[in-house]
């Protein structure tokens, strides 16, 4: 007889991060005992380590891949009607802009491609064909710096407060009693198998968890930790942030959220006058040698380097031009402004932009929730529910074929970005190792 969701016992690996907090939630709501639930993490929820823990996120409406309608929607609906959410989401509105003849041309078949979807979104979603148009809906934007743009403006759109959601889903699961690792005690070391099946996880410090199954939400980590074939690599994207006066916040409060896939995207500034900005490439890799649990020997592997471990770490002198580029572009009265904050955000990337979310082809009951390619904080609210259908054994067909175990398909190197990513091995001006301390 199988166990019910009474008694199974789940745990969560990366539980402090985007997939695996919404994964504990989803199976507390869904009628799992709270104390049955295990969530392990380097570091408290929200994880120093996860891309969600975060100032601000965009969230909107694309067609990246065949399911990714469904599960906008579904997200959409709940930023905007749950109670655990709704306080998140700023729903300011989403600026998408082109130019040049490659870049109009790629949005107009987005564009379009929402306007096929028959999913009502002709009726939030607006071409904007002139400048006069784009500074309607934007008007601190520079006429000059937007000279033959196009845009498409999403009124779905607008932006996450990420790390306060990810923070209201640890306090849910405090309050109902899950129980939480952290530390060594809550770092992965490898997982606890038995002829074939998966009994629980090993952590760093020799801490044994034992449960009926296991999800590995690990994120950028993931493919560090157990060997995923070199279906998802791990690159890491860069954002700064500035510092602004009481009136210049209070001129962009409520702004639509500006993005130019040339260029890169901004948000309103948060309630301390602190705005993010980022540009837009296709990611920095760090290949190293290193042998995750299943590899029989060491490969090559994209391995994240912490900022919470290593907070002196910045980003690319590379990435200083390019985001400085970027200030000019949107906000060109703010150039001279002092950036700080400069970091590296991790994420890992499949050949086609869909999740790897499926049990381990090799060990029963060892479930695969990761893979976000940098478009995952979105779905925060839903995609936990997603994951307990797949440990349940209900999970849709157009779901689990997306998400399926699918090595050798395609390039996650390049993924469905421009370009391959570039090595930070490559990349100067980044890495700031503390000098050591005097001894006294």
């Known amino acids: 007889m199988a166990p019910s969701r009474a008694n199974t016992r789940v745990i969560v690996v990366g539980g402090g991060g985007t997939i695996g907090s919404s994964t504990a939630l989803h199976l507390v709501r869904s009628g799992y005992t709270p104390s049955n639930i295990t969530v ?4 408290p929820i929200p994880s120093s380590q996860s891309a969600g823990n975060d100032l601000n996120k965009i969230m909107g409406i694309r067609l990246r891949n065949k399911v990714d309608l469904q599960l906008s929607l579904e997200a959409r609906q709940m930023w905007k009607e749950d109670e655990l959410f709704k306080d998140y989401f700023h729903n300011t509105g989403r600026l998408d802009c082109a130019h040049g003849e490659k870049g109009i041309a790629g949005l107009k078949s987005a564009y379009q491609a929402l306007l096929a979807a028959d999913a009502g979104l002709e009726a939030t979603n607006e071409w904007l064909d002139t400048e006069e148009e784009i500074l309607a809906k934007m008007p601190l934007l520079d006429r000059k710096q937007i000279k033959g743009w ?29 129980k939480f690792g952290f530390g060594g005690a ?38 560090a ?23 210049e916040a209070a001129a962009y409060k409520n702004v639509p959220v500006v993005y130019n896939g040339d260029v890169g995207f901004f948000f309103e500034p948060n309630e301390f006058g602190v705005i993010k900005v980022c540009d837009e490439f296709p990611g920095f890799t760090r290949f190293k040698l290193h042998q995750p649990f299943g590899a029989k020997a060491p490969k090559r592997i994209s391995v994240p380097r912490s900022h919470a471990k290593h907070p002196t770490d910045t980003y690319p002198d590379s990435s200083e031009v390019s985001i400085r580029k970027a200030v000019a572009t949107f906000l ?13 955000c991790w994420c890992t990337d499949t050949a086609d932009a869909a999740l790897l979310v499926c049990e381990h082809p090799q060990w029963k009951n060892f479930v695969l929730a990761t893979g976000d390619s940098g478009h995952t904080f979105k779905l925060l609210p839903n995609i936990g529910k997603h994951v307990v259908e797949l440990l349940e054994g209900t999970l849709a067909e157009d779901l689990a074929h997306a998400w399926r175990w699918r090595p050798g398909v395609g390039d996650a190197l390049k993924s469905r970005r421009a370009a391959p990513a570039k090595d930070l091995a490559d990349m100067p001006g980044w890495r700031h190792d503390e000098a050591p301390r005097a001894k006294l």
């Open 150 to 178: 196009k845009a498409v403006f999403s009124q779905d759109g607008g932006w996450l407060a990420a790390a306060k959601a990810i923070n209201a889903i640890g306090d849910y699961l405090r309050d109902h009693g899950v």
């Open 186 to 223: 809550g770092t992965f070391r490898q997982p606890l198998l038995a002829e074939g099946i998966c009994i629980g996880v090993e952590t760093v410090d020799g801490t044994l968890y034992y449960a009926d199954k296991v999800v590995l939400a690990a994120g950028a980590w993931s493919p």
């Open 40 to 43: 392990l993490d380097t570091y």
């Open 225 to 247: 930790l157990v060997d995923l074939e070199d279906q998802c690599v791990s690159k890491a994207w860069v954002y700064a942030h500035m510092q602004l006066t009481p009136r």
């Open 332 to 344: 060109p009265r703010f150039k001279e402004k002092e950036l700080f904050n400069k970091s590296l």
